[in-house]
């Protein structure tokens, strides 16, 4: 059972580039959801998603878009690259019950030089 | 305004001694959960313990327990009988509007990294 999966685990980005970073879960969950955690600090809130084709902005949606075509994959999509969005992105998921709690993929590094 | 609040970047204890680490929340919700995760330095998010909003008593997973105040808005994680691997970032993370349908936001605290000395 793979749990949550994130790809790239590391990437390098120049200022203005852009890129996708793929989360896909395979234990049919229905919520998922992007955080950032910039060095030494929590996890903030980008987007979430209760199910296919419903997305919605978490606390830091600025410089960010989701999908949700499929309840199996989440993708946060990067448009114009900026330094400020140098962090570690998790993607999570759960079941769309109270006391269950979210699954978490490895990560993905990201740094835009 | 900030959700959850955790007031101690950071904490010290001894091998074998017990540690509290604080968290705090804000909610206007009635019925919300209350999660604590493990970050050790590798990176990954460890689930370690639940508590329902409608709990009456409060949770218990081996070593973890939490003293759950719901009138003070606390939700403290309890490690008894710390040991070297307890090393690593604690959060408190809070999910609201439950059973509302659409509205179940996970969010987190801004942890707090405990250090267990032999």
């Known amino acids: ?113 | 305004a900030q959700k959850i609040t955790q007031t101690q970047p950071g904490m010290f204890v001894q091998e074998k001694e017990a540690v509290t680490l604080d968290c705090t929340y804000d909610t206007s919700d009635q019925s919300y959960g209350l999660f604590w995760y493990k970050q050790p330095s590798s990176g990954e998010m460890i689930f370690l313990i639940y508590q329902g909003s409608y709990d009456e008593q409060n949770a218990t997973e081996g070593r973890y327990s939490l003293n759950f105040q719901k009138a003070r808005k606390s939700a403290n994680l309890v490690i008894s009988a710390s040991q070297l691997g307890d090393s690593a970032m604690y959060f408190c993370a809070m999910r609201e509007g439950l059973g509302q349908g659409g509205s179940e936001k996970l969010v987190f605290g801004k942890g707090t990294k405990l250090t267990v000395n032999p």
Request: proline share 6%; charged share 15%.
């Open chain 1, 1 to 113: 059972n793979a749990g949550v999966t994130q790809t790239p685990k590391f990437r390098i980005l120049k200022i203005g580039q852009s890129m996708t970073l793929q989360c896909t879960q395979d234990m049919n969950h229905n919520y998922m959801y992007w955080y950032r955690q910039d060095p030494g600090m929590g996890l903030k809130l980008i987007y979430y998603s209760v199910g296919a084709g419903i997305t919605d902005k978490g606390e830091v949606p600025n410089g960010y878009n989701v999908s949700r075509s499929t309840t199996e994959d989440f993708p946060l999509r990067l448009e114009l690259a900026a330094p400020s969005q140098t962090s570690v992105y998790f993607c999570a998921s759960s079941y769309p019950t109270p006391r269950t709690e979210a699954f978490f993929g490895q990560g993905t590094r990201l740094t835009v030089v």
